[in-house]
């Protein structure tokens, strides 16, 4: 029996969910609308409440307020043997003392499927993963990756309603990673199951994702796309987490006809006299939107500009990435590595430009 | 000319003349009060009269009447025991690991406790209680008209042995089913399974290793035990027989080699069941994390329904303890729910007739558990920092003292050392010093393996810096890794000091005058008569405490090493 599209893919509902240890303020008042059918990241640095949040989807975690509907039903009430939603758990949680085959065939067992229609459920699904003709071994004989799809070949072969991924792909090495992940976008897809993907790793969640969550300290930072979050992130947190990003502390001062940014400690950036100056936050660019070009190239009326020194130079391969002293701060910029280039070297006195579609100012 | 690929470890060079004497003496230790002893019992048993090997003893045994039964009894005995400790030990460990439940403590602290006191000790008082004309069946007979044969032949032994060993199934499932992983759990409710289809099908078989190793222990024990069914007047098992064959009979008996052989068998059988049934499935350590199962909290019925049984198993297992107490106290207690009435007599006569016996035991078990500390210590290091060649059979000898039970060693020393005459004209077999050393060899394996973990919690590179910066090996083992593996040797030291002062089966048989004899022993002689009960109780009591306070202040010591060695 084949595996794919049986089922109508399903929107999951987050709502004002909060959630406590004592008074460890774990969820804050959280809202979330997957749509259906979307391969949904929740991203964010260990602690800020992402794996809490899947747990609590899959009935582990109980959360004092708030509910998680699927397609508009209240499943907050359900013990998580009655949610049919999908969990692939971290530590992938093969149980030791059955072989593959018994592991793969647990869920249908429960749903009390006959035995002649779990069998080839049960080849279907480890065919779908790539582990045909494994199925009699123990998960211990397997390698971390065919563990891997073991623990997925078990959840999907019940086709749940929705397929939460804690972080997946963190058990592999690096190399696996890549392959696995772009498997698994493809599986999904294939599949049309609404999914949710934890994890803390940006580039993960960037390249297979449709949709990104970022989460920090409970609360959800920003929904949005990949693209979307890298060019405007709405705070600082996203701005920093997704890509490297400048953050400039200054003070706004008028500057004959425009206006510049002052740093603290002398230094300041010239900005583009069409610029919409907010009145307050923090100045924010990506280090490869600024162009290093010589000291005597006249400023352009739509570029934001300083002058500068270098303190440290770091070769990345692609590209070269130059430590600018402004101030107390310290400015990144990366430039194309092309072979034969004029390097600067530490201590040169450099003007910077940064274009004005660049420039994001950011209070939070 | 090519170069080698592989340059020689430094690290480890090989061993030094000196771990070589001392890896010979230990040898020449386990050949002599092991290995030489349970050579001889085996080589006796197929001996026939002029020397040659026969089965014919194996067929007189087996042709036997009386050998059948008491081996089908012995069989029995300690299956059921398993069995009825079993359902003493599950719910406890059931309750512990699956809920917030505040009678945990007390199942931890109070399960261990009938540990502290060897079955024996308390069987007398267990038939006072629980007896044919014993508290409870006195009151049952009055208030009912019926009575309940708790301790009626083999069920007293039954009975007793597991009130006193279910304790090793509860601490080795309790165990297991805290080194679950949770999401092991959680991975079977997230496909549907719940209550109890998820216990039977996942937590269950996780903890079955534990269970294993717990039951076996338990059967080994019991098949072994000597004392209990002598004093609960209980003749035909295994054990029994054998002491009784040679005791009766003389060490020239056949037989009795025959029973020892058996019961040796049985013993590695079990052991080795267990060793098949749980190696490569320590699923504990198959996933990372562990935590245990999710506990969540009792409703109102629930917790009145766990209180009940948890109340009713701690009833049984404080049974012994609190009968034992009370006949140390009883001026005559016969045919009464309680004694008639209470005195401090027998206390006055145990300190001022049976003093000996106390500076006995803690004479022996000092030098027990000193020889243990010293050997065990010393294999650790052997097979963990050096290079010896065969050291790990010193290790496997030491631990082989696990399926050597004690009337088996008692007797091998008896019929090895029995000829062996000392200066003043005694046999070497009936030689104090003789007890001490069994008492050591039986409780070596323990001693060993508390060395071993304690001296693996200790890294290489600290002892290597001693070197480094000038100590010798030996100094370097003497400032560093020994003040390091202090609390590990003395928890050592302290369980093998309590474990072997109760220590009775081998004792009973190589005990020639009473003036040698231990606690334990004195306890059993003076149980065997009823004018001697109340003295043997109080003599019991006595252990009870001695034994309680070390293992008090051995986990004391255990934990406080472990908090200085996470640093």
């Known amino acids: ?41 929740f991203l964010g640095p260990s602690g800020c409440g992402k794996t809490t949040l899947l747990r609590l989807i899959a009935g582990f975690n109980r959360a004092d307020r708030g509910r998680v509907l699927l397609d508009g039903e209240d499943i907050t009430p359900l013990p998580p043997w009655k949610r049919d939603v999908g969990m692939v758990f971290q530590s992938y949680a093969l149980w030791p003392h059955m072989t593959v085959e018994r592991n793969v065939a647990f869920g249908l067992e429960e749903r009390g499927l006959p035995k002649q229609e779990i069998g080839p459920r049960v080849a279907a699904a480890l065919e779908m993963v790539g582990l045909t003709g494994l199925g009699g071994r123990r998960p211990s004989e397997l390698s971390g990756g065919q563990q891997q799809r073991v623990a997925l070949a078990r959840t999907i072969v019940v086709e749940p309603k929705v397929l939460l991924l804690d972080e997946p792909l963190s058990n592999l090495d690096a190399k696996l990673r890549v392959e696995v992940r772009r498997e698994l976008r493809e599986l999904q897809k294939r599949l049309g199951i609404t999914t949710i993907f934890v994890t803390h790793d940006q580039e993960e969640a ?35 987490f997704l890509g490297t990003a400048n953050i400039i502390d200054g003070k706004l001062v008028s500057n004959g006809p425009g206006v510049a940014y002052e740093i603290p400690g ?32 006249p400023p352009s009326p739509s570029n934001a500009h300083f002058l500068s020194s270098v303190a440290h130079r770091e070769f990345l391969g692609a590209t070269l990435r130059y430590g600018l002293t402004l101030g107390n701060q310290e400015v990144l910029i990366d430039v194309p590595f092309r072979s034969g280039d004029v390097l600067h070297e530490i201590g040169a006195k450099v003007s910077a430009v940064v274009p004005q579609s660049a420039l994001l100012w950011l209070d939070r | 000319m090519p170069l080698p690929l592989t340059l020689p470890r430094i690290r480890h060079a090989a061993a030094t003349p000196g771990q070589y004497a001392l890896a010979l003496a230990i040898a020449a230790f386990l050949v002599l009060t092991l290995v030489l002893p349970v050579v001889t019992v085996v080589v006796v048993a197929f001996k026939d009269t002029t020397g040659g090997f026969t089965l014919v003893n194996f067929a007189d045994f087996f042709g036997n009447e009386l050998f059948q039964r008491s081996f089908v009894n012995s069989v029995w005995v300690a299956v059921l025991t ?49 007896g044919r004309n014993g508290t409870v069946n006195l009151l049952l007979q009055d208030w009912f008209g019926f009575t309940i044969p708790f301790m009626e032949g083999l069920n007293g032994v039954i009975f ?59 059967f080994v024990k019991v098949f072994d035990d000597l004392a209990t069914p002598l004093l609960l007047n209980v003749k035909d098992m295994l054990a029994p027989q054998a002491y009784l064959r040679v005791t009766s009979i003389g060490v020239a008996d056949p037989i009795g080699y025959v029973i020892c052989v058996v019961l040796m068998l049985i013993s590695v059988a079990s052991l080795g069941l267990s060793y098949a049934a749980t190696a490569g499935k320590d699923y504990a350590t198959v996933q990372r994390g562990g935590g245990g199962l999710t506990r969540r909290r009792m409703s109102r019925n629930e917790a009145i329904g766990a209180y009940a049984i948890v109340g009713l198993i701690l009833a049984l297992v404080l049974a012994p303890h609190a009968a034992l107490l009370l006949l140390s106290f009883a001026t005559v207690w016969s045919f009464s729910p309680l004694p008639d009435a209470y005195t401090l007599a027998h206390y006055t006569r145990v300190f001022s007739d049976s003093a000996g016996y106390i500076w006995n035991t803690l004479l022996y078990a000092s030098i027990a558990a000193g020889i243990d500390v010293l050997i065990g210590g010393a294999i650790a290091y052997l097979v ?17 003292a696990l399926a050597v039970p004690g009337v088996v060693l008692g007797i091998g020393y008896l019929r090895a050392f029995y000829a062996v005459q000392l200066p003043g004209g005694q046999s ?21 393996r508390a060395a071993d973990a304690a001296l ?54 190589l005990v020639q005058s009473n003036s040698d004899a231990p606690l334990a022993y004195g306890i059993y002689v003076f149980m065997q008569s009823p004018a001697g009960r109340g003295a043997g109780a109080a003599l019991g009591v006595l252990a009870v405490l001695l034994v309680g306070v070390c293992t008090y202040l051995s986990n004391r010591v255990a934990e406080n090493g472990n908090g200085s060695s996470h640093h």
């Open chain 2, 456 to 509: 693996r919690q200790i890294s290489v590179s600290l002892e290597e810096a001693a070197e480094n910066l000038g100590a010798t090996k030996p100094r370097a083992v003497r400032r560093i890794v020994i003040p390091l593996m202090t609390g590990g040797i003395v928890a050592g030291f302290v369980t093998s000091f309590a474990t072997a002062a109760v220590e009775l089966s081998a004792t009973l048989m």
């Open chain 1, 266 to 297: 002398g230094g300041r950036i010239e900005l583009p006299g069409s610029a919409k100056i907010p009145l307050h936050g923090r100045l924010v660019f990506r280090p490869q939107s600024v162009s290093l070009v010589p000291a005597c190239t």
């Open chain 2, 160 to 218: 007793v042995e597991a009130v006193h060993y279910f304790p090793f199934i509860l601490i080795n499932v309790t165990a297991s089913l805290r080194n679950i992983d949770r999401s092991m759990e959680e991975a079977a409710q997230n496909l549907g399974a719940s209550g109890f289809r998820l216990f039977r099908r996942i937590v269950f078989p996780l903890s079955m290793p534990g269970y294993v190793a717990g039951a076996v222990l338990v």
């Open chain 2, 384 to 400: 963990l920092r050096t290079r010896l060649p065969m050291r790990h059979w010193l290790d496997a000898a030491a631990m082989a």
């Open chain 1, 206 to 240: 960037n390249t297979i994702c449709d949709r990104i969550a970022v989460m920090n300290n409970g609360e959800v930072q920003q929904v949005g796309t990949p693209m979307q979050l890298y060019e405007h992130p709405g705070n600082l947190f996203v701005a920093g």
């Open chain 2, 82 to 130: 398993v069995a009825l400790a079993t359902v003493l030990a599950m719910p406890l460990a059931y309750f512990t690991a699956r809920f917030e439940f505040r009678g945990s403590a007390l199942i931890q602290t109070l399960g261990i406790l009938p540990l502290i006191m060897p079955p024996f000790v308390g069987a007398v008082a267990m038939q006072l209680l629980l």
């Open chain 2, 428 to 448: 070497l077999a009936t030689f104090w010093v003789m007890i001490a050393i069994a008492l050591a060899v039986r409780r070596l394996p323990y001693a060993l």
């Open chain 1, 1 to 41: 029996m084949p595996l794919s599209q049986t089922r109508k893919a399903v929107a999951i509902k987050v709502e004002g969910v909060d959630l406590s240890y004592g008074d460890n303020h774990v969820l804050k008042n959280v809202n979330l609308e997957i749509p259906p059918g979307d391969l949904f990241a």
